[in-house]
């Protein structure tokens, strides 16, 4: 079985600092995607970035970038020069093949940007 | 192009009563899922289509909720006799294939079961 962990439910971040979100997995499957997700208080689920597990480099999509440590099982999101706009709560999700292909989630960590 | 479709944005409901929530996804995306999102918490898997294939109902929580999909496009969630515990948003997303395709989600029905 897949899980995804967020340990940190809330974080604040001071205006044009960055930041890191972290998420580590738990899962048997050798092949697998990472994705990371924004959902600002309207409700709507916006997807940032996305990780393969065979992927060697880390994956970046102008300020967000995904610091994968295999080994680790880590995917912590990093976002740069935070703007008041980054202000939502943020899902680290994991897709398998042998999970079936369920996106399962983590349980998001709310950010709030300070000015 | 148009994004994920989901009808209606806001639904509110006597208990006991049946309720049809409707996602018409992406042109030529052949997976499509169901979540439901309680206030405040995570994304909670429900049921997964992909193209003709059986769907995934693994995380249908009774047997009061169904769904299908007709055609390989739109689809319908039902949840017959509502409980008030049903109350949440249900969120609809569709992908072009599997694990490295991300997600596109609808802005979700809102049910609120009184």
């Known amino acids: 079985a897949q899980k995804i962990t967020q340990t940190q439910p809330g974080m604040f971040v001071q205006e044009k600092e960055a930041v890191t979100l972290d998420c580590t997995y738990d899962?048997?499957?050798?092949?697998?995607?990472l994705f990371w997700y924004k959902q600002p208080s309207s409700g709507e689920m916006i997807f940032l970035i996305y990780?393969?597990?065979?992927?060697?480099q880390n994956a970046t999509e102008g300020r967000y970038s995904l610091n994968f440590q295999k080994a680790r099982k880590s995917a912590n999101l990093v976002i740069s020069a935070s703007q008041l706009g980054d202000s939502a709560m943020y899902f680290c999700?994991?897709?398998?093949?042998?999970?079936?292909?369920?996106?399962?989630f983590g349980g998001g960590t709310r950010l709030m940007v300070k000015p | 192009g148009a994004g994920v479709s989901q009808s209606p944005s806001n639904k509110v409901t006597e208990k006991g009563k049946d309720v049809e929530l409707r996602c018409d996804p992406i042109?030529?995306?052949?997976?499509l899922y169901w979540y439901r999102q309680s206030l405040g918490q995570g994304l909670e898997f429900l049921i997964y289509?992909?193209?003709?294939?059986?769907?995934?109902k693994s995380g249908l929580p009774s047997d009061r909720f169904s769904a299908e999909r007709t055609g390989g496009s739109v689809s319908t969630l039902t949840i017959q006799r509502t409980q008030q515990e049903d109350s949440a948003v249900y969120l609809c997303?569709?992908?072009?294939?599997?694990?490295?395709?991300?997600?596109?989600f609808g802005n979700g029905t809102r049910l609120t079961v009184t």
């Open positions: 990780q393969g597990s065979y992927d060697e």
């Open positions: 997303a569709s992908s072009l294939s599997r694990s490295t395709s991300p997600l596109h």
């Open positions: 289509f992909q193209g003709n294939s059986a769907p995934d």
């Open positions: 999700a994991m897709m398998s093949n042998n999970a079936g292909n369920m996106l399962t």
């Open positions: 899962t048997s499957d050798q092949s697998y995607g």
């Open positions: 042109s030529g995306h052949t997976a």
